[in-house]
Structure formats: structure tokens, C-alpha cells
């Protein structure tokens, strides 16, 4: 059975950081490219980051400088470090797990909230 699930989300204030983590099971970890992706209230959900099974990395452009995503293929798990934290970054945090490259399936955690407020 896969599991995604993800933690670490919460209220920070603006400029303040947060760590979310993504651990996955019931899947070949190092196969899957991983990403995080975010919804905020009455917009569509966007790709925040992305990593890929070699480790190369792609950002949205409203987070470059800020976040950075990094994966531990020996605790199947990724890591999204946030920075710099701003009110726009308030929204739901998703893991996905995107093993399509590879023949596997695409797998979706049930998402962290994040909110960033005074």
C-alpha cells in the first residue's frame, strides 16, 4: 500500500522559516521524481518545487531564493526548507510523487496546511 504523507506544516510570521517533510512508503523511492506543490484558497493548485531522481531541482519563480527542496533516498523521504516566509505563501503544502518517467504510477499526499500571519 503507498502512503505519502507529509508533516511539518503550521502558523509561523512573515520572515519566519519552516521544514516540511514528505515520507513515502510502498514505493522505490529513488525512482519517483518528488515535488511540492501548494493551493491557496480560491486559486489553482501550483508547483512549488521539484526534484528529480538524478537531483536536479526546479522552482516556481515566486519561491527561487527562499525555498530549497532536498530528498534522502536512504528515509524515502523529501524535505521542503522554507524561508523568508511571506503571507502569499499561506496554502495547503502537497507531496507528490511522480514515477511516470519510470512506468510507476503518480501518488498524492493529503497536503500540510501553512499559513504565514502577524
Known amino acids: 500500500q503507498v502512503q505519502i504523507v507529509e508533516s511539518g506544516g503550521g502558523l509561523v510570521q512573515p520572515g519566519g522559516s519552516l521544514r516540511l517533510s514528505c515520507a513515502a512508503s510502498?514505493?522505490?523511492?529513488?525512482?519517483?521524481?518528488m515535488g511540492w506543490y501548494r493551493q491557496a484558497p480560491g486559486k489553482q493548485r501550483e508547483l512549488v518545487a521539484r526534484?528529480?531522481?538524478?537531483?536536479?531541482?526546479n522552482y516556481a519563480d515566486s519561491v527561487k531564493g527562499r525555498f530549497t527542496i532536498s530528498r534522502d533516498n536512504a528515509k524515502n523521504t523529501v524535505y521542503l526548507q522554507m524561508n523568508s516566509l511571506k503571507p502569499e505563501d499561506t496554502a495547503v503544502y502537497s507531496c507528490?510523487?511522480?514515477?511516470?518517467?519510470?512506468?510507476?504510477?503518480?501518488?498524492w499526499g493529503q497536503g500540510t496546511q501553512v499559513t504565514v500571519s502577524p
Open positions: 510502498g514505493i522505490i523511492f529513488r525512482l519517483y521524481a
Open positions: 507528490n510523487a511522480d514515477g511516470t518517467s519510470m512506468g510507476h504510477a503518480n501518488y
Open positions: 526534484i528529480t531522481r538524478g537531483g536536479n531541482t
